[in-house]
């Protein structure tokens, strides 16, 4: 897929940000079509096959989070960005935990928005043909997913089962934001005491060398949750 070729959705209500939108998008290479709202939105999809879409969750006819919904429902694997004026953390993880790939608040950047965009984009490319060793930072971290050999700078690093699990979760999904609630549902099998994941990820930092004032690997979604670094291009 070329950058040219790409075609994003943008679904908003708002005539005056769908314009920016454009403009803006267009600069950056991407083709654009609209929707108005959550009807125009599904027609679209369903007639154009968009490479990825922008999502409001704010919509006159149906919110942004019912949309999320009916597409994973109907197994509709579009790469979604949510674009909201929401900056609750309810509504975000919502959108997260209903199959978002990330989301952005407004007002925002137009350069973030598009960075944001291509990884999404690559992170749906790689869950179409997952590799078995995961490499990132220019290959000083390395997880073998298949034997199960994690390295740093070329060393082996010893996990607990847990410290392993989170990394395992985190590199499958590499450059998406998994919920606080997603790691802990799939790591202890339910929702459970926060500070329980706190510990073990601060534990999984300090075995990758990796800062979280500096992150090489892991970065922090404050208040929502976590997001490993994407692959290498390789």
């Known amino acids: 897929m070329t950058q040219g070729a790409v075609k994003i959705l943008i679904v908003d209500d708002e005539q005056p940000i769908r314009k ?4 803006g998008l267009s600069a950056e ?9 959550a009807r125009e939105a599904d027609e679209l999809v369903a ?33 979604v960005v949510v674009l909201s004026s929401r900056t609750d953390e309810t509504g975000i993880v919502q959108a997260l935990e209903l199959g978002a790939d990330d989301y952005m608040t407004k007002p ?3 350069k973030e928005l598009a960075a944001r965009i291509r990884v999404a984009l690559r992170h749906r490319l790689a869950q179409q043909g997952e590799r078995p060793v995961f490499l ?12 199960r050999i994690v390295q740093v700078d070329g060393e082996e690093v010893k996990l607990s089962p847990k ?13 998406k934001v998994i919920t606080h609630q997603h790691l802990l549902r799939e790591v202890w099998g339910e929702v459970t005491d926060i500070q329980y994941l706190r510990v073990y990820v601060r534990q999984l930092r300090q075995k990758l060398n990796d800062s979280p ?8 979604e404050t208040g929502v949750g976590y997001r490993m670094r994407e692959a290498d291009l390789v």
């Open 213 to 220: 004032d500096a992150p090489r690997f892991i970065m922090t």
């Open 163 to 175: 410290e392993y699990d989170i990394l395992r979760i985190l590199v499958q999904h590499a450059g």
């Open 29 to 37: 290479g991407f083709q654009i079509i609209e929707a108005r709202n």
């Open 47 to 79: 007639a154009e096959k968009p490479d990825l879409a922008i999502l409001d969750l704010g919509l006159p006819d149906r919110s942004g989070h019912e949309i999320l919904h009916g597409w994973r429902e109907r197994l509709i694997e579009l790469p």
């Open 136 to 147: 990132t930072g220019g290959g000083t971290l390395s997880v073998d997913l298949v034997r």
């Open 20 to 23: 920016l939108l454009r403009v």
């Open 108 to 110: 925002f950047g137009m």
